[in-house]
């Protein structure tokens, strides 16, 4: 079975969407994205719509998060993933979190390893996220170290 890795990364912004003080990074979305899509290893990621609607859904699965910021996306593997987060844009705008982001809530990460023509959803990255919390990294489910780990170990 081939297999494909599922990522969901999610934090709680300090001020609303629209607020001029997190304008850096509302106006780097667009770009961080265009730059995953294009990068080898990217397979899919989440709309930017059904994300709102997950986002804005106050009985959904972030209903208990306001003015979240999160992706869901699926990757060919671990290291064309952690070549996206460490070596574009994407580090550059993580680099400036502590301005946009609530201290201490913020780069949750969760990867997991999915069947290659699954396409998960954040109610699945929450449970997986649960997971990871609770019984800490695995082979299967693991945060940011593992994905360290994994991606090193596919580079050889």
């Given at each position: 079975m081939t297999r494909h890795l599922a990522e969901f990364n999610f934090g709680t912004l300090r001020y609303p969407w629209g607020d001029p003080r997190?304008?850096?990074?509302?106006?780097?979305?667009?770009?961080?994205?265009?730059?995953?899509?294009?990068s080898p290893g990217f397979v899919w990621r989440m709309s930017d719509d059904d994300m709102d609607a997950v986002q804005n859904d106050p009985h959904g699965p972030l209903g208990e998060r306001p003015n979240t910021a999160?992706?869901?996306?699926?990757?060919?593997?671990?290291?064309?993933?952690?070549?996206?987060?460490?070596?574009?844009?994407?580090?550059?705008?993580?680099?400036?979190?502590?301005?946009?982001?609530v201290p201490g809530d913020s780069?949750?990460?969760?990867?997991?390893?999915?069947?290659?023509?699954?396409?998960?959803?954040?109610?699945?990255?929450?449970?997986?996220?649960?997971d990871l919390q609770k019984h800490g990294e695995t082979k299967d489910v693991f945060g940011a170290n593992g994905l360290t780990i994994a991606a090193h170990a596919e580079a050889g």
């Amino acid at each position: 079975m081939t297999r494909h890795l599922a990522e969901f990364n999610f934090g709680t912004l300090r001020y609303p969407w629209g607020d001029p003080r997190i304008a850096g990074f509302e106006d780097a979305v667009d770009q961080v994205n265009a730059i995953a899509a294009r990068s080898p290893g990217f397979v899919w990621r989440m709309s930017d719509d059904d994300m709102d609607a997950v986002q804005n859904d106050p009985h959904g699965p972030l209903g208990e998060r306001p003015n979240t910021a999160s992706t869901l996306s699926v990757w060919t593997g671990a290291a064309p993933l952690y070549r996206f987060v460490t070596k574009t844009l994407h580090a550059r705008i993580m680099a400036r979190q502590h301005e946009w982001f609530v201290p201490g809530d913020s780069g949750f990460l969760v990867c997991w390893w999915i069947a290659a023509t699954h396409r998960p959803d954040v109610a699945e990255g929450m449970a997986r996220w649960r997971d990871l919390q609770k019984h800490g990294e695995t082979k299967d489910v693991f945060g940011a170290n593992g994905l360290t780990i994994a991606a090193h170990a596919e580079a050889g």
